[in-house]
């Protein structure tokens, strides 16, 4: 074997450890990478049963449902599609109808949302920046538009 031949097996032998590596971080973090949908892209693209996305949007008004213990059944809306959300746990304090929320979860077989957590807007001036795009697109956003 010649030293040009000898120096292009190393490389290509270190290209495909480095490819095996690379697949098998991205094997692994596919597991923890979730994406974020509004209930507008969640209708418009289907998201399948049992795949984990963060779904924000609004609480709607009138749609918590308090059932027993720390169940809880309530509506995230975008102002244009509403997705029904169970949760069952300690809510966060500034949880109402009306305030902005994300929640991480899946879907399950009876296209119900099955949250694992809340998460709630923490002051009157933060919204979480998907949850605010999502809102000024359908044109429900309610925040201000200019800082003074």
Do not use: C
């Not at 098998?24 to 979730?34: F, G, K, P, Q, S």
Request: negative net charge; proline residues 4%.
């Amino acid at each position: 074997m010649t030293r040009k031949q000898r120096r292009f097996a190393l490389i290509a032998g270190a290209l495909a450890v480095l490819a095996g590596a690379v697949a098998l971080i991205l094997v692994a973090l596919n597991d923890n990478i979730v994406f974020f949908f509004s209930p507008s892209d969640v209708a418009a693209r289907g998201v399948s049963e049992g795949q984990r996305i963060r779904l924000g949007g609004l609480v709607a008004p009138g749609s918590v449902v308090r059932g027993a213990a720390t169940d809880v059944t309530f509506a995230v809306t975008d102002g244009v599609e509403n997705v029904t959300v169970h949760y069952e746990g300690i809510l966060p304090d500034l949880f109402r109808e009306g305030q902005g929320v994300v929640v991480l979860g899946a879907f399950d077989h009876g296209r119900l949302f099955q949250a694992d957590e809340v998460l709630a807007k923490h002051d009157e001036t933060y919204m979480p920046p998907e949850v605010a795009d999502a809102l000024k697109r359908s044109g429900h956003w309610q925040g201000e538009t200019a800082q003074p």
